[in-house]
């Protein structure tokens, strides 16, 4: 049978994974367009996602999505921000190196609204192994927390970090204790970004920044790959957001924007080279052990672009965003 994206019946996934029905997690409509429908592109695991289009506010999402523990499976230890760096062979070196490169373009943004010294209290929230946070705090000495659903308090980044294992917004953190909290492609995930926000508002000194990352819908590299875009990234990603609808959604939870960037930390190279593996390989998988020479190789070539990627809308978005003043 066909995929039809009108028919949810016509997927054919897996019996093991449980789909619910969802609402807008803008304005809670139920009516919607039909967007498209992604695969896990990236592991080539089963399974056919539908996300929507909100007829009511434009907001991208999953729907139905798969169930909190139907997507556990989807977080295991292929996993590319949970992989420990010793994974990599020879390449270790190069592959470091652009993960340092990831944290110090991270520390780059939040420079520039924030000034860090041994008070300062930042929470990280999807730390993965805490890379990000252990930057800063070797930068900066300033007091570093994580958060992150996988439990990673293993990892020796977390001798002198405060992990927290679980559901962000159900954990208990101490009220207005953070000046900074980021989200480095997390939202996107969320399954209760409302309640992220919320948690975050409480959690947030009164003149803190919130820092946001996601990939952004309306950008060049979606335009080219669609449903095969790796913003797509099914099915972890619940939302899809656009420049409108990410910020009317910050907007609307009690926090009000300094400021907007077309752009954000993580490398728009990755989403162009995968775009490209995904849009050959139709759903069957990457073999990330295969593609890491060609990857280096290519962002090579490409590097006079990229030297331009804050100003070209490639395929990342950030909003620095504080507690609206009442
Ligand atoms: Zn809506």
């Not at 907001?59 to 997507?71: A, C, E, H, I």
């Not at 790959?225 to 910020?247: C, D, S, Y």
């Amino acid at each position: 049978m066909e995929l039809d994206i009108n028919n949810f019946k016509t997927f054919q996934n897996p019996k093991a994974y449980t789909f619910e029905e969802v609402a807008c997690y803008q304005c809670q409509s139920r009516s919607f367009s039909n967007l498209l429908i992604g695969q896990d592109d990236l592991t080539g695991r089963k399974g056919n996602f539908r996300y929507v289009t909100c007829k009511d506010c434009g907001l991208s999402y999953q729907n139905p999505r798969l169930d909190l523990d139907s997507v556990k499976e989807f977080y295991d230890n292929d996993y590319i921000a949970h992989r420990k760096k010793t994974d990599w062979g020879i390449l270790t070196p190069l592959y470091e190196w652009a993960m340092n490169k990831h944290d110090r373009e991270k520390q780059k943004i939040v420079s520039r609204y924030l000034k860090f010294n041994e008070s300062t209290e930042i929470l990280d929230v999807g730390c993965a192994v805490g890379t990000f946070l252990a930057h800063m705090k070797k930068k900066h000495n300033c007091s570093a927390s994580g958060i992150d659903f996988v439990d990673l308090s293993a990892h020796p980044n977390f001798s002198n970090i405060n992990f927290y294992n679980g559901v962000f917004s159900e954990t208990q953190l101490p009220r207005a204790k953070f000046d900074l909290i980021t989200m480095w492609h997390f939202l996107e995930h969320d399954y209760k970004p409302a309640e992220s926000l919320a948690k975050s508002y409480e959690a947030l000194k009164p003149d803190g920044r919130l820092v946001i990352e996601v990939p952004r819908l309306d950008s060049f590299s979606y335009e080219l790959f669609k449903e095969r875009w790796p913003g797509v990234q099914a099915p972890q990603h619940t939302i899809l957001f656009n420049k409108n609808t990410f910020m009317k959604f910050i907007e609307s939870h009690n926090f009000e924007i300094v400021d907007y960037l077309p752009y954000g930390a993580f490398p728009s190279y990755f989403y162009l080279f995968m775009g490209a593996k995904f849009k050959k390989l139709q759903g069957r998988g990457v073999d990330l052990n295969k593609v890491i020479v060609p990857y280096f190789a290519g962002q090579l070539l490409l590097s006079p672009i990229l030297l331009f990627e804050k100003y070209l809308n490639l395929s990342m978005q950030t909003i620095v965003c504080r507690k609206k003043s009442s």
